[in-house]
């Protein structure tokens, strides 16, 4: 065999809350904090300010992850929904201070996964006739895929936090896979994307270990799985 194996490092994970009843795939956008006279956005408020309006809805119960310039890393759960066009996300009472012009990117990322498989499995309906001469026969009359990533527990994770929200809330999300580039002629791996249900989210805490926080999630309707994106 010519060609490499293909690894996994560099497999991202992310995951968009979906408004209720809509299964549309989430706009991806970036949300930059825009402070008064370049002041942190002060702990305690309710508004963070943005530089550039909002591009695609954001639904209410949504986490996100603000990094600043310095690498320090601030959650903010949206305590409404961020509309097309809005300059200022609502939020829940902030537990800290977020930077000016710290940035944030949605959908977001789920962090610290020690893997991110994707199972897939058809449901064959079969006869045996006759005039089959006792071989089964049949077809798969449905298809399922689902995803599974364990990892760390980490609280500034607002992938995770999300999934927390959509579990107690009986709310759907979208996930999207990423593999790493197969070689330098592409610029993205193998993707695959849906909206999803969260069916498993427990966490472990062994005596003499880490905290880990796995997700299981299973994908509803169309997945979209599309092969890897050659550079231009």
Request: aromatic letters at 6%; one cysteine or more; charged letters at 20%.
């Amino acid at each position: 065999m010519s060609q490499a194996i293909q690894k996994s490092k560099g497999t991202k994970l992310y995951l968009a809350l979906l408004p209720t009843g809509v299964r549309a795939k989430p706009v991806d956008q970036t949300l930059t904090t825009s402070g008064a006279s370049n002041a942190a956005i002060a702990k305690g408020v309710t508004s963070i300010p943005l530089e550039q309006p909002v591009t695609g809805l954001i639904p209410k119960g949504q986490w996100l992850l603000f990094k600043d310039t310095d690498g320090v890393e601030r959650l903010a759960q949206l305590s409404a929904d961020a509309t097309v066009g809005a300059t200022a996300l609502a939020v829940y009472t902030l537990p800290e201070a977020i930077a000016d012009a710290a940035v944030a990117e949605f959908p977001v990322r789920i962090q610290a996964r020690s893997g991110a498989s994707v199972g897939r499995s058809a449901n064959l309906q079969s006869s045996i006739t006759f005039d089959s001469g006792s071989e089964r026969d049949g077809t798969t009359t449905s298809r399922e895929r689902s995803l599974s990533a364990g990892g760390n527990y980490l609280y500034y994770d607002a992938g995770l936090r999300t999934a927390e929200y959509a579990y107690e809330n009986d709310q759907e999300v979208w996930v999207r896979r990423v593999l790493p580039p197969p070689s330098d002629a592409y610029s993205a791996g193998k993707l695959t994307e849906g909206p999803s249900a969260i069916t498993s989210i427990p966490d472990e805490v062994p005596a003499d270990g880490f905290v880990s926080q796995n997700l299981e999630v299973a994908f509803l309707g169309y997945c979209n799985e599309i092969q890897p994106k050659a550079k231009t």
